[in-house]
Every structure is written in structure tokens, then in C-alpha cells.
């Protein structure tokens, strides 16, 4: 087995899993945030920056790899922890979100999914098959199976549809991975928001015994209490010796509820993605460093905060970073939003393993802004 996790202590105060996962490339503790590497870089960090401020995972994208460079050159430079220097564990999504994002593009059949570049308009075909190829070629330590994650809103029978055939699609893709040995498939387990097809999705992907399982089609557009309520009804439904993963999740609110409602591991472009719009995520919640209150505040951005951003540079200077679109201010804006994430997560697991996780939650809340 590539992969195994270790439930470590669950929380008195909450269903929070406290955890290690174990992969050839070291031992992840859980919960866990991981940075997004898009096209093989968690933009503007470089991978010592990111060992730095301990991340222990980080994520990668088939769909962009597979079109740029492609996945056969990344296996003739040794694969992806070698092209881009990261000898930690890497997990892949398996293309489908990015394919089926593509609207228009792309043409959905029983095989796979036929869609156009967004790079150049040329064709391409990626089935449940040419998933798991690409993934192996990359040599990531987790990869993920070839799902269609369904819009929200969507009616009952699309969803239905839809989860059913992602479950085929499950199938052909485990049928297809063959490097057990130093790669590990998580199934990913769909149903929108209606809580009959999630349980009946979370049954037939248990009955295919994947090493992991991640919760897809949430954080697609519905509000916040849902995506809890949705959380609520699947999380039990999951093995309790298995990392449980909600895709595409990384505001401070949500992580801290899906950590409170089961789940081990997030990912999510957010904190990258605000950061070079200028936005902090802070422990007295957001700052917008271009605004005009800080153009004379010499002090830094969260004084709660000790990365190197925190500790070096000011808002005032910051702000003129920004202002002056130097990319000094994205580089030292992400490193920020990533410490910051990462740092919640390492409080969070110091909670779990007090029990005083909704305690803290209650706390942070009160500072960042939030109500509990
Ligand atoms: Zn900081």
C-alpha cells in the first residue's frame, strides 16, 4: 500500500479526526491544508519558500500538466516532484473538474469527455483511462478518479445521471491504475445536494475500497449552510480508517467547519488568488492593503502573525508594492495567506488534541469577523 492513514484521537467536543497519513514521501498530520500548484508551481512560491512555512502536501492539476508541458515530458524529466524540485507527497485532481468547467468546449458521452484547449482551441479526449495515465506519468502520490462534478443548482435526476456514471467512471479507474506501489486512487464522492444520492454514491464508492475519499461538488456556488448541512449527512457515511478530502474548500470559516464536521484534508487557490489581488487574510480578519488607511501604517499586517512577511514589512510598505504593481507584493502576500492557513490548520490539530476545538472555532470567529 502507498498509503495508509492513522486515526491518532477524535474530538470529545466535535466529530474533528485528529491523524497522520503515511506516504513514501513522508507523513502528513491531519487536518491539513494544502497549497495549490497549478501548472507546477504554487504561484509566486518557490518549493523551499513552501517548506518553510511547513507545508506537507501540496496539489497539482492534470488538465493544465497534460496540456502544458505534457505529461510525457514531466516523466522524461524523472516526474513532477523532480521537474519542479518537491520531494513531498503531491496529490493530482484528475482533470475532470477543469474539463467540465470548460461549458461549451466540451462534449460529455459515456467513454469520457472530448473538449478543446483553452490554450490554443486544439482537441483532446480524456476518458477515465487517459486520467489515470496522465497521473502515472506525473508520478503524484495521491491520484484522484476521472468524476463529473455536477453544477450547482442541478435537478435530482442530472445529479442521479450523473453520480452514476461517475461511478462506472470510478471503476474504469481503478481497473486502470496499476503503480499500487507508490501511488495511491481516491474515489470521489458526488450527489449535489440531495443527501439520498450522496449516500448513494459514498456506498458504491466503499464497495470499491479506495485508500481515501473526497467530497466533490460542494463549494460550487450554494451557500455556506448547505455545504455544512451536505457535510453533516456524508461524512458519517465515510470509513473512519480513511483520509477523508473536501475538494476546493480554503476560507478560514470552512475549513475550520468541515475540520468540526469530519474532514482531513482542503485545498483550494483562495489565499494565492486573493493575495495577488491584494487581499490578507489576517487573524482580525481581511485587509485590503491598497486601501488608503494604510498608506502611512508602519506596523505589519497581522501582529498576530510571525512569517517572514509579518515580522519584515510593513502595511504602508505593502500597500506601495501594490500601488507600484511590483511583484515583490504578490510573492510576500502569498507567503502570508499560506502561513496563515497553515498555521490555522497546526492550531486547529493543537485544539483537537485539547478537545477545545469549538472553543477555538468560537474565538476565532470573534476576531476574524465571522459569527460562530
Ligand atoms: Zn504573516
Not at 510525457?72 to 496529490?91: E, Q, T
Not at 504602508?316 to 515583490?328: D, G, I, P, Q
Request: hydrophobic share 35%.
Amino acid at each position: 500500500m502507498a498509503l495508509t492513514y492513522e486515526l491518532i484521537k477524535e474530538c470529545k467536543q466535535s466529530g474533528a479526526r485528529l491523524g497522520k497519513i503515511h506516504t513514501k514521501r513522508g507523513v502528513i498530520e491531519t487536518p491539513i491544508f494544502m497549497p495549490v500548484g497549478t501548472q507546477a508551481t504554487v504561484k509566486t512560491m518557490t518549493p523551499e519558500e513552501l517548506i518553510e512555512i511547513e507545508s506537507q502536501i501540496i496539489l497539482s492539476n492534470t488538465y493544465h500538466l497534460y496540456l502544458r508541458p505534457g505529461h510525457h515530458l514531466i516523466d522524461r524529466a524523472g516526474g513532477l516532484h523532480k521537474f519542479m524540485n518537491w520531494n513531498k507527497p503531491i496529490l493530482t485532481d484528475s482533470g475532470g473538474f477543469q474539463v467540465f468547467s470548460l461549458g461549451d468546449l466540451r462534449k460529455i458521452s459515456e467513454e469520457g469527455v472530448e473538449f478543446r484547449s483553452h490554450l490554443d482551441g486544439s482537441k483532446h479526449f480524456i476518458s477515465p483511462e487517459k486520467a489515470i495515465e496522465i497521473q502515472t506519468s506525473l508520478g503524484s502520490d495521491i491520484m484522484m478518479v476521472f468524476d463529473e462534478c455536477a453544477p450547482y443548482p442541478a435537478d435530482e435526476t442530472y445529479v442521479k445521471n450523473s453520480l452514476e456514471r461517475t461511478t462506472r467512471w470510478a471503476i474504469r479507474c481503478k481497473e486502470a491504475h496499476k503503480n499500487f506501489e507508490n501511488q495511491s486512487l481516491f474515489g470521489i464522492i458526488q450527489g449535489g445536494m440531495y443527501p439520498n444520492l450522496r449516500k448513494q454514491s459514498a456506498e458504491a464508492l466503499i464497495e470499491l475500497d479506495f485508500p481515501g475519499y473526497a467530497v466533490g461538488g460542494l463549494s460550487v456556488g450554494e451557500p455556506k449552510p448547505l455545504m455544512y448541512e451536505v457535510l453533516e449527512h456524508t461524512t458519517p457515511l465515510m470509513p473512519k480508517n480513511k483520509p477523508r478530502y473536501l475538494m476546493g474548500v480554503g476560507s478560514p470559516d470552512c475549513l475550520l467547519e468541515g475540520v468540526i464536521r469530519g474532514i482531513d484534508m482542503f485545498d483550494c487557490v483562495l489565499p494565492t488568488r486573493i493575495a495577488r489581488n491584494g487581499t490578507a487574510m489576517t487573524s482580525q480578519g481581511k485587509v485590503v492593503i491598497k486601501n488608503a488607511k494604510h498608506t502611512e501604517d508602519f506596523q505589519g499586517l497581522d501582529p498576530e502573525c510571525s512569517c517572514n512577511t509579518c515580522k519584515n514589512y510593513s502595511k504602508a510598505y505593502l500597500r506601495h508594492l501594490f500601488k507600484s504593481n511590483e511583484v515583490l507584493g504578490l510573492r510576500l502576500l502569498s507567503y502570508h495567506n499560506l502561513y496563515f492557513l497553515l498555521q490555522l490548520m497546526k492550531n486547529i490539530r493543537e485544539a483537537i488534541h485539547e478537545d477545545r476545538l469549538l472553543d477555538y472555532r468560537d474565538n476565532f470567529f470573534e476576531k476574524y469577523g465571522y459569527n460562530a
